[in-house]
């Protein structure tokens, strides 16, 4: 991976995982990284390079926003500066 710090997912509300949290919690490496993906419901699905695959939820707070699907995803570095964006997809 590219040095992804953090993952940002636009919505009508926008929702952010911090990766370095995520991987401290599941024990996991930033280098161990092969694969992030958006996926609808505000999860984050991470497949690392032994194949593991970890479903991070996001938290929408019930709010009035449709969580379905991201409109447009960016994967950001340590200080929060783009590394690039896809839309709906999935990054490598």
């Known amino acids: 991976m590219k ?7 636009k919505y009508d509300s926008t929702f952010i995982w911090d990766i370095e949290d995520v991987a401290e919690r599941n024990n ?13 419901w505000v999860r984050l699905w991470i497949t690392l390079k032994d194949g593991t695959v970890i479903c991070e939820e996001g ?4 709010d009035a926003t449709n969580w379905k699907w991201s409109t447009e995803d960016s994967f ?16 490598e």
């Open 59 to 62: 938290n929408p707070n019930l």
């Open 3 to 9: 040095n992804v710090r953090y993952v940002e997912a």
């Open 28 to 40: 996991f490496k930033l280098e161990d990284i092969e694969k992030l993906q958006v996926g609808k």
């Open 76 to 91: 950001l570095d340590d200080r929060f500066e783009v590394i690039d964006t896809a839309l709906g997809t999935f990054y």
